[in-house]
């Protein structure tokens, strides 16, 4: 999915594990792993959680927008 290609190119571009953005945005490595292999959707709290961190949109986030 766009969010899960994202959230990748965002992760790596920001040198992040995914444990360590598991822990700021408050879920489970396992959770975690699971948003960027496609696995799971995140609940809209989680996402906010997540484009703060990465001082993102939530259209670019789920790909409704290239502009960050």
Do not use: N
């Not at 766009?2 to 959770?31: D, N, P, T, Y």
């Amino acid at each position: 999915s766009v969010f899960s290609e994202r959230l990748h190119q965002l992760r790596k571009g920001k040198k992040v594990s995914q444990a360590a953005l598991a822990k700021e945005i408050g879920v489970s490595s396992r959770v975690y792993q699971d948003y960027e292999y496609g696995k799971r959707e995140a609940q809209m709290t989680t996402l906010i959680r997540i484009a703060d961190f990465f001082d993102v949109s939530l259209d670019y986030l789920t790909g409704r927008t290239d502009t960050p």
